[in-house]
């Protein structure tokens, strides 16, 4: 549906920035979106350990766990890694947008022309 109105105010636009503000949109939910995935999979791991210490008193033991696994190990740490190179991404792109912001900050401070203070007229009476 979201994706539906975002083609709509494409089609509607008046000027030529129409594709540049959908993938402006576009992009602002697929990182949402990917900053969701994170704090899903990071709450779901920590909630599992947490419920997994109430109920038995420790954490989990990684190589008995690993070992049930069998061949779905490879599958999970796949998924795991590609979760944190997604994580690291986020966080590098969220550091290059900081900067940049903060180089436009510093450059619209210092285009700013200085408008000399106003001075009354003098009108000489001779």
Request: glycine fraction near 8%; aromatic fraction near 10%.
């Amino acid at each position: 549906m979201g994706l539906l109105m975002y083609g709509l105010k494409y089609l509607e636009s008046e000027n030529n920035t129409g594709e540049k503000i959908l993938r402006r949109e576009l992009k602002a939910h697929g990182v949402r979106f990917a900053w969701a995935v994170v704090v899903v999979w990071f709450s779901a791991n920590l909630l599992s350990q947490a419920l997994y210490m109430g109920i038995n008193g420790g954490p989990y033991d990684a190589s008995a766990m690993l070992s049930s696994l069998g061949a779905w190990y490879w599958v999970l740490l796949i998924l795991e890694l590609s979760i944190w190179v997604l994580f690291g991404l986020l966080v590098l792109t969220r550091i290059k947008e900081g900067r940049t912001v903060r180089k436009q900050r510093e450059e619209n401070l210092s285009s700013r022309v200085e408008i000399p203070p106003i001075t009354r007229p003098i009108i000489d009476n001779r």
